[in-house]
């Protein structure tokens, strides 16, 4: 296995937007992607380490940029000043997201037809958001993720949704788990949602502890978390390259 990652330069108008690309160059076939929608800290670390897991596991890796020009805000009020625009404009945000999805569509390590997206917190969003506008993702994962619809009108979708959530992250109250739940279902997902016990914000994070009880590390819930996520990409991308896919 070799893993190589490049930066890739897209557009969303006049917005310069960099993602970071991951794959095994040891496929020579184009191979199913998995799209990563950064937290509210943008395209860090984090982000493309995920990008480089999803390599790791055979498939494509794309951490996405949804801030632009690979923005890193570093305090609570710079992350604050440059998520909340996106989260206030939802259409907005959603053309950020399609260009992405663009830009993964037209790399010539990607399988567009065989296409998913993972996001952590207002990433989470992003990926929600991205089923609601009918994007043909075979599956989405939101890990703590901000879970209030947008103002504009969604779509149906085939998506395969999971939503793995902390029960008591104070950001996505149990009643707004209840109404997404209730929105999936009028959307005609196929989805799941995991509640984690004793669980707040930023579960998957290691090191996370703001002390408050908003955002905690938890390694029991981040590993089932994870293997849930394993299992479904597994099982949406199953049949890539045989004649069943589709």
């Given at each position: 296995m070799t893993i190589t990652t490049k930066p890739v330069e897209y557009m969303d108008g006049k917005q310069k937007c960099v993602g970071l690309l991951a794959w095994d160059e040891t496929f020579a076939d184009p191979k199913p992607c998995v799209m990563v929608n950064h937290a509210w800290g943008g395209r860090d670390g984090f982000a493309e380490d995920k990008a480089i897991q999803m390599a790791a596991l055979g498939y494509v890796g794309f951490a996405m940029d949804n801030y632009g020009d690979g923005a890193l805000p570093e305090t609570v009020e710079d992350k604050q000043a440059m998520m909340m625009p996106l989260k206030d404009d939802r259409k907005a945000l959603l053309?950020?997201?399609?260009?992405?999805v663009k830009a993964v569509s037209g790399l010539d390590q990607v399988d567009e037809t065989h296409l998913a997206a993972i996001g952590y917190c207002f990433g989470g969003l992003c990926t929600l958001d991205m089923v609601r506008a009918g994007l043909g993702l075979k599956a989405a994962v939101s890990f703590h993720g901000l879970l209030d619809a947008p103002d504009y009108t969604t779509k149906k979708s085939k998506t395969k949704v999971l939503v793995a959530h902390g029960w008591d992250d104070p950001m996505a109250d149990p009643a707004s788990v209840v109404a997404l739940g209730k929105?999936?279902?009028?959307?005609?997902?196929d989805w799941q949602i995991h509640a984690y016990g004793q669980t707040t914000h930023a579960f998957t994070v290691p090191g996370a502890d703001s002390k408050d009880?908003?955002?905690?590390?938890?390694?029991?819930?981040?590993?089932?978390?994870?293997?849930?996520?394993?299992?479904?990409?597994?099982e949406?991308?199953?049949?890539?390259?045989?004649?069943?896919?589709a």
């Amino acid at each position: 296995m070799t893993i190589t990652t490049k930066p890739v330069e897209y557009m969303d108008g006049k917005q310069k937007c960099v993602g970071l690309l991951a794959w095994d160059e040891t496929f020579a076939d184009p191979k199913p992607c998995v799209m990563v929608n950064h937290a509210w800290g943008g395209r860090d670390g984090f982000a493309e380490d995920k990008a480089i897991q999803m390599a790791a596991l055979g498939y494509v890796g794309f951490a996405m940029d949804n801030y632009g020009d690979g923005a890193l805000p570093e305090t609570v009020e710079d992350k604050q000043a440059m998520m909340m625009p996106l989260k206030d404009d939802r259409k907005a945000l959603l053309k950020r997201l399609k260009a992405g999805v663009k830009a993964v569509s037209g790399l010539d390590q990607v399988d567009e037809t065989h296409l998913a997206a993972i996001g952590y917190c207002f990433g989470g969003l992003c990926t929600l958001d991205m089923v609601r506008a009918g994007l043909g993702l075979k599956a989405a994962v939101s890990f703590h993720g901000l879970l209030d619809a947008p103002d504009y009108t969604t779509k149906k979708s085939k998506t395969k949704v999971l939503v793995a959530h902390g029960w008591d992250d104070p950001m996505a109250d149990p009643a707004s788990v209840v109404a997404l739940g209730k929105e999936l279902t009028k959307s005609g997902c196929d989805w799941q949602i995991h509640a984690y016990g004793q669980t707040t914000h930023a579960f998957t994070v290691p090191g996370a502890d703001s002390k408050d009880g908003v955002l905690k590390f938890n390694s029991d819930s981040e590993r089932r978390s994870w293997l849930a996520t394993i299992d479904l990409l597994a099982e949406v991308f199953s049949l890539h390259g045989t004649d069943a896919a589709a």
